[in-house]
């Protein structure tokens, strides 16, 4: 059971607000890794060849790379670790319990890459040649070592796989969707290399050389193009049955009509890809002549909307676990629904002070247990808002859905005893403005509760 | 037992014993402490030369401190990146011992803690604002340096704000109860708060003034006048944030509740004998340094005075956490009560995984050096 306060964000929800700074931290972290490859394979041909030009823009380019990469892609990791330690405490302490050796070798593997980082971008034309590409691939190689490490602690929590039985930390790091997962995100990363070096290819001032480096950037997105069908495919198949069948139903249902939220982002994120290879084909490719700067931005920008609806993907198909099968995605563990309907919730919950429900607390002691439960993945009114999603139900429906959240499998049971669950339906009710339960009704619910030792 | 509302621990056990990650968190700390120090301080100095350089002296006294302006502009950056990059590890130690304490102080204040990484983003930026439009905004970049000052010094604001609001459980509920959880709380109702603020950033203005010897010390070759005015200009802001710091370091005493800072004067244990021995080491670091600075320039004397200065704070470091769990006992919680289920492995690979990386920043270093001098 969590035991930690509850941060209320108001309309954002702790959705979004752990969405925004993810995704902006996805998008720069794979183009911290995709870029050195980028870099060293560039720098590596444009020596072979003696592309004075070349060496010229990858000097600049690394000028951005560096000032992205080592400020706003190392804080906004940072930002995740602060965001999800506010918002869902159990689970980064979860994390932090099991992994904490495997983010110390992180950390260690971080920092000489950040320096390495330094010495490459300000080592340009002060060192030989040699070992300045020395220091291209050898940042690449550990920006790749960074990925492996966090990719284990990443895939856990959707794919814990053996470790909830065993608990034994190589299961949990190795887990069935590691492998698919580095695949995947290694050939997504090369994507994103070429879609931010589109952005500065195009503002290399020699026509010529724009249109060279721009259809070659372009190239840059092929491989995803032809491999991540694949690979996406080998990933589908590592997930869990349930996750499997949510995604089944989301493409299933798309010609349907009925498009369920998950089937809206799996559109959005199909048809931006495609956009993407597209105009990246059509325009830098094929007739870099006509790409504007103002294109590349474009192409930036559906990048980083595909990155954060895939990653929004990641997180609803994990519903209702964020650590599956041990953690529900509102910190309480799985393994305390058993018995809280017999326990009660409140008596045991430090911040709750009612430790025992009356007429005059009840809707108090509701509005307690809605931000315990309900908060992580709804508001009252904004994001996921309760007073739309339960709109036109009365107490009695509140109370009877309640009591079977579970079925839907995107949500976690509600935790607590016949009275607390009486208190979130009368609180629920007034948020949606039902009508009181009638004096006399058969399920009005029983006034006292004495919580249970 | 008390009604205090703190988390049960984690189910998992924490991977490591507990000596072993205590000795990682006092070493990154004060790895991490050290280079902020350096950084928030060189912030400061910067600023200051940078506002003297067109406020007052004569020409000879704003050429350098306009080229110490811009000196400390080009390595504040880096600094920057190390004490984020090692401020990530001793966060991640401590979660690991004293999680359910820092979570909840975190979410109490959960607005303003998670504010800090766009003040640090904001703050780096304008330091690579400066530099880089040194020539191009040379009567407004002042206006980045301020800037870049305020969001840092905020951050350490911030941060004292969170450290010391996770060890008084004893306010969380009426915290929570008050503030309906929104996340907006500061803890400046805690009477250690401003002291303790004051003793980290007079801190930094006095590690950064022992760098700025050290620049001195290396300049000497070069341009014996400038190294002069640096090493006396560093020495003077070493001695004068030193000289304030027993002050301020007195009031801090005092504002720490009688029953927890009687640790440090107990015979049990041995805070006493850090504590003596950190205030020695000060105190002797200081006399070398001004040595150094303003009697006999000597490389010897200065680096004597810097090491013994770098001893007293990785003292004090152990110091502080003695203290933090002096007031955890008062919440009738000890370290020992951690339970732990050691990762031999991981641990084994992390460790090798260390020497390895240390091993490859030695080599870039090497042969940057190398390489850079044969050019």
């Given at each position: 059971m969590s035991d930690f306060p509850v941060w209320s964000v108001g309309g954002v929800g702790h959705g979004w607000l752990i969405g925004i700074i993810a995704t902006i931290h996805v998008y720069i972290s794979h183009f911290a890794i995709g870029g050195g490859l980028y870099l060293a394979v560039t720098e590596w041909i444009s020596v072979k060849q003696n592309d004075e030009k070349t060496l010229e823009y990858l000097r600049g380019h690394s000028n951005f790379f560096m000032l992205l990469t080592t400020v706003v892609g190392a804080l906004t990791g940072v930002g995740i670790w602060f965001v999800v330690g506010n918002t869902n405490p159990a689970a980064i302490s979860s994390l932090i319990h099991n992994f904490m050796f495997f983010w110390a070798i992180e950390w260690v593997v971080f920092l000489v890459e950040i320096a390495i980082a330094f010495f490459y971008y300000y080592s340009w034309g002060r060192v030989s040649r040699r070992f300045h590409l020395q220091l291209a691939w050898l940042y690449f190689g550990i920006a790749f070592l960074s990925l492996v490490v966090i990719n284990g602690i990443l895939t856990f929590m959707l794919t814990p796989g053996q470790w909830v039985e065993t608990r034994n930390i190589w299961d949990g790091f190795f887990n069935p969707s590691y492998w698919p997962s580095l695949c995947s995100r290694f050939v997504i990363m090369m994507t994103i290399a070429g879609v931010f070096a589109i952005v500065t290819s195009s503002r290399i001032k020699d026509d010529d050389h724009r249109h060279r480096m721009l259809h070659y950037s372009a190239k840059w997105l092929m491989p995803s193009f032809f491999l991540l069908p694949f690979v996406m495919y080998w990933y589908f198949t590592t997930l869990p049955e349930q996750v499997a069948q949510l995604l089944e139903n989301g493409i299933a249902t798309i010609g349907s009509g009925n498009l369920s939220v998950l089937t809206r982002l799996l559109l959005l994120i199909s048809i931006l890809s495609v956009t993407i290879y597209v105009v990246s084909l059509l325009g830098p490719y094929r007739n870099p002549r006509n790409f504007t700067f103002g294109f590349s931005l474009a192409i930036l920008v559906l990048g980083l909307v595909v990155t954060g609806a895939t990653e929004s993907v990641r997180e609803m198909v994990r519903k209702p676990y964020v650590v599956y099968g041990y953690l529900y995605s509102n910190g309480l563990l799985k393994e305390a629904a058993k018995d809280s309907t017999a326990r009660g919730v409140i008596a045991h919950n430090p911040w709750i002070s009612e430790k025992s429900i009356t007429p005059g607390n009840r809707k108090v002691v509701g509005e307690k247990i809605f931000r315990m439960q309900c908060q992580a993945c709804h508001t009252k009114s904004g994001y996921r808002s309760l007073k739309d999603l339960a709109h036109g139900w009365d107490r009695a429906f509140i109370f009877r859905r309640l009591t079977n959240?579970?079925?839907?499998?995107?949500m976690p049971p509600f935790m607590g005893d016949d009275d607390e669950r009486w208190a979130l339906a009368e609180y629920l009710g007034d948020l949606v403005e039902a009508p009181p339960l009638p004096p006399d009704s058969a399920s009005q619910p029983v006034l006292s509760h004495t919580p249970q030792p | 037992m008390h009604d205090l509302p703190i988390p049960r621990p984690d189910p998992i056990a924490t991977p490591g014993d507990i000596g072993l990650i205590l000795f990682l968190l006092y070493l990154t700390f004060f790895l991490h402490i050290v280079i902020m120090n350096g950084m928030l301080g060189s912030l400061f100095l910067a600023t200051v030369s940078e506002l003297l350089s067109r406020l007052v002296g004569d020409g000879s006294s704003r050429t350098r401190h306009e080229h110490l302006a811009e000196k400390l502009g080009h390595i504040i950056p880096f600094m920057i990146s190390l004490t984020v990059t090692f401020g990530i590890a001793p966060l991640l130690f401590v979660q690991g011992l004293y999680g359910q304490f820092f979570y909840t102080s975190s979410v109490l204040m959960a607005w303003v803690w998670l504010s800090v990484i766009l003040l640090i983003i904001i703050g780096y930026y304008g330091v690579y604002l400066y530099t880089r439009g040194f020539e191009r905004y040379r009567n407004r970049r002042y206006v980045f340096l301020t800037v870049s000052l305020v969001m840092f010094a905020v951050v350490a604001f911030i941060y004292v704000n969170n450290l010391t609001l996770m060890q008084t459980p004893q306010k969380w509920l009426d915290i929570y109860t008050r503030t309906g959880g929104s996340g907006w709380h500061w803890n400046i109702d805690e009477a250690t708060l401003l002291p303790r603020y004051l003793h980290f950033t007079l801190s930094a203005v006095a590690v950064a003034g022992l760098f700025v010897v050290v620049l001195g010390l290396r300049a000497r070759h070069a341009d014996e006048a400038t190294a002069t005015f640096m090493m006396r200009w560093g020495a003077w802001w070493f001695l004068a944030a030193s000289v304030l710091q027993t002050g301020v370091g007195i009031w801090f005493f005092y504002s720490i509740p009688e029953h927890l800072r009687a640790i440090f004067w107990s015979e049990e244990g041995a805070a006493r004998t850090i504590f003596v021995s950190a205030h020695v080491l000060f105190v002797a670091g200081a006399a070398f340094v001004l040595l150094a600075a303003f009697r006999k320039p000597s490389p010897f004397f200065a680096w004597t005075g810097i090491a013994a200065t770098l001893a007293g704070i990785a003292m004090k470091i152990i110091n502080r956490d003695q203290l933090r769990q002096a007031y955890l006992r008062d919440a009738d919680w000890t370290v020992e009560q951690v339970r732990t289920q050691p990762q031999t492995d991981v641990i084994t690979i992390f460790f090798v995984v260390l020497l390895l990386g240390s091993g490859v920043l030695v080599w870039a270093i090497r042969k940057y050096r190398r390489e850079v001098k044969s050019s």
């Open positions: 959240l579970q079925v839907t499998n995107i | -």
